[in-house]
């Protein structure tokens, strides 16, 4: 469910759960939705590294259509229709929009095109970003028995 792109495949996946213990969607709830899934996330992600990197290069065995020089139908191999637009860096599986780095499918078109995969990254993805991440000096924490914590 944390990991769910879209609102319906979130629900189908809470309804599992409710299946298993109805007591547990009152508790998620209560916690706030939008502290741990990424459908309901209030803030944006992109500033976060995921594995999906990683899955988006496995970009092969994919079919790729194209519609028009930016919107391309991808068939994943689940044998289902993804919708990419490279302009609006848009895919239907929400995953190209929310991490802002090619999902499989736009990594798919990519190759199929042999068009450069960094250039439809979010500037948080680069080597400049990442040092700057280290810019700022951290201070050091005082031991912890000398910590002054709310009861």
């Not at 508790?27 to 803030?43: N, P």
């Not at 992600?45 to 991808?74: F, G, H």
């Amino acid at each position: 469910m944390a990991r769910a792109y879209k609102i319906e495949d979130f629900n189908r996946l809470m309804e599992d759960m409710d299946n298993i213990d109805k007591r547990v969607r009152s508790y998620l709830f209560q916690v706030g939705y939008e502290k741990w899934s990424i459908v309901h996330s209030t803030v944006n992600r992109s500033m976060v590294m995921t594995s999906n990197i990683a899955e988006s290069l496995n970009a092969r065995n994919r079919e790729v259509k194209p519609s028009t020089d930016y919107v391309y139908i991808v068939m994943d191999v689940e044998q289902r229709r993804n919708i990419v637009c490279m302009q609006k860096r848009e895919c239907s599986c929400k995953r190209f929009q929310v991490d802002e780095i090619p999902c499989p499918h736009a990594m798919a078109v990519l190759d199929y095109t042999h068009m450069e995969a960094p250039k439809y990254c979010s500037a948080y993805y680069t080597k400049e970003y990442f040092k700057k991440t280290y810019e700022v000096p951290v201070n050091p924490l005082p031991d912890e028995t000398t910590w002054d914590l709310p009861t």
